[in-house]
């Protein structure tokens, strides 16, 4: 088997090696559960308390405003389903885009079954909303906003500053503004207070961490209604007994993130990979822009199946996606959909996301296989 070159980053990321070291720790070592009142359970409560600061200081928020969860789709639950059930009495509306995570979708679609109201708000050919369609979709009655960062296919980034900048001028309530930063937390500063921001989310292994572990940030004052029942843990909002190696690696592995992910150096990869392909495949569309996320690509093959090119491309030791792990199933993507691609563009799309851990030697030999692999397929298989 030849070298292997991951570019599916966006659906998991490698465990950092040094992540990996200090959970074992935890494992091994400092095992004790932080509601117990021995000195075992005050070490780990020690450790789980340092890792929420880290968290904190990266977002520039106070580190009682940030909780530990399983990852972005709970999370994702916690703000859209605790917050809504906080509101009932402002109304039943609330206001998403059309191309966010099927976590948020799909809760959103569960919620309308419940008697909410829902507006998706369309997005441009590039994947962004117009947030002046969001000023106008804006009721009274309307209870929580929920916008993505960096959107997870595709890479386009939405203008959360102009949400917010919306939102803070509204007179009398305010909804609630909730942003999903899986794809963004390690890659781009965050700054949510600033921003006008009141939920923020995010998963651990989309930056060299452990999986089943995550983050919520929640301002001070922005009332969630739990999800659960039980404990005390995570003052009362997510209780359970602490993940606690968990949220020490997705703490260190954020502070890896920071020191090794260089984002112009990942987005001039992300461009030497586009420019390859299309150069050796001119009929290849690529579905986003340079100003968008740097660590992601989605590239249309017109003529081809984007899942036969996936599995030949992983016989060739290159990995890469149709889109989101979380509906890999589904036949086509919904974020393309609305985008307005046309048929053959959204049956033949890949999305390529790359690493700190990315070469240039990885980018080069990539576009190589890609560019061989398409051309023997459309030879083979093609409709044009």
Known sequence: MSLEIYLDNSATTRVHPRVAEVMMRCFTEQYGNPSSLHTMGAGAERSLEEAREVVARYLGVSPSEVYFTSGGTEGNNMVLRGGCAARRSWGRHLITTAVEHPSVLRTCQALEEEGWEVTYLPVDRQGRIDPEDLGRALREDT???SVMMVNNEVGSLQPVEAIGEILKGRTGRRPLFHVDAVQAVGKLPLRPSDWGVDALTASGHKFHGPKGVGFLYL?????????????EQERGLRPGTENVPGAVGLARALELSLEEFDARAVAALRDLLVS???EGAPDAVWNGYPEGAPHIANISFPGVSGEMMVHHLAEAGVYV??????SSRKPTSHVLEAMGLEEELLQGALRFSLSAETTEADVRRAAAVVVEVYRELKELFGRG
């Open 143 to 145: 209870a929580l906003v």
């Open 276 to 278: 390859s392909v299309l």
């Open 219 to 231: 301002r001070q004052g922005v009332e969630v209604s739990p999800l659960m029942t039980g404990g």
């Open 321 to 326: 996606s149709t889109g989101s792990a979380c």
